[in-house]
């Protein structure tokens, strides 16, 4: 088949991830990926969205967005972060009208981001490495685990389990469990499956679990989506406030 994605211009996207947790050879190593315009195709593929299909929606953009070949559930979930990020920015523009809730005063506040002024977390090229195995040991138990940043084929996985799980769970979410389930790799050596879920469930205590989670969100590369924010009703002052990410995000209302 003839490639028509290469006819329209085109932009080199910088990764979060430098290309250092992709194996040699791999097209992302180079730290690079191309990705085209969006064009009224791209279109077509957001107004077909529901509410409900927004996720799916957005690795569909995406994927007819991505020049560069490569199997799309090799991306890090951090790198996919930055192509959307770059794709709302070339498709839209770089002004995100978001509503923030002051914590303070509950007030809602309008506010207009400045997508290009958020930078991608510094990381440190050599504690990343092309198998993508870590250590860390938990500072309560002491115990020594590995694990591993999620894939996109990863997310998609805990998402189907989220789902099949959310129909028997009577609202009860199980959303940190699962994602640490795919993380770890071991547990003090011992790589059984069973023995895993079994600590996850069972004997992951909650400062265990907390600073692993912590150490993860640190080390994942990723776009920093903090952003400062002062509320004009109260002057509070939050410095390093999570940017929500809402359905306007690709469907703007102007
Ligand atoms: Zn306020």
């Not at 009703?233 to 939050?238: L, R």
Request: with cysteine.
């Amino acid at each position: 088949m003839p490639e028509v994605k290469s006819k329209f211009p085109t932009e080199v996207v910088e990764l979060p991830s430098k290309g250092l947790l992709y194996p040699e050879g791999h097209p992302l190593s180079s730290g690079t990926i191309e990705i085209k315009y969006m064009t009224a195709r791209e279109e077509d593929i957001l107004t077909s969205a529901n509410l409900i299909q927004q996720g799916v929606v957005i690795d569909q953009l995406l994927k007819s967005l991505i020049v560069t070949e490569f199997d799309y559930g090799d991306l890090f979930v951090g790198d996919k972060n930055a192509i959307m990020l770059a794709a709302r920015i070339f498709g839209y523009g770089k002004i995100y009208s978001n509503e923030i809730t002051c914590m303070e005063c509950d007030q809602k506040e309008e506010v207009d981001i400045d997508l290009t002024t958020l930078e991608y977390k510094k990381i440190d090229s050599k504690k990343y490495n092309k198998k993508n195995v870590y250590e860390f040991t938990l500072p309560n138990s002491n115990r020594k685990v590995e694990y591993r940043f999620l894939q996109h084929r990863d997310e998609e996985e805990v998402q189907k389990e989220l789902t099949r799980m959310a129909k028997t769970s009577k609202g009860l979410s199980r959303e940190v469990t699962t994602r640490l389930r795919y993380q770890l790799l071991s547990i003090d050596g011992g790589s059984d499956k069973k023995d895993i879920n079994n600590f996850v469930l069972n004997e992951f205590f909650a400062v265990d679990s907390k600073a692993f989670r912590e150490n993860y969100a640190d080390l994942m590369p990723d776009v920093d989506f903090t952003v400062g924010f002062i509320c004009n009703s109260c002057g509070h002052t939050d410095t390093d406030l999570e940017l929500p990410i809402a359905v306007n995000f690709f469907w703007p209302s102007r």
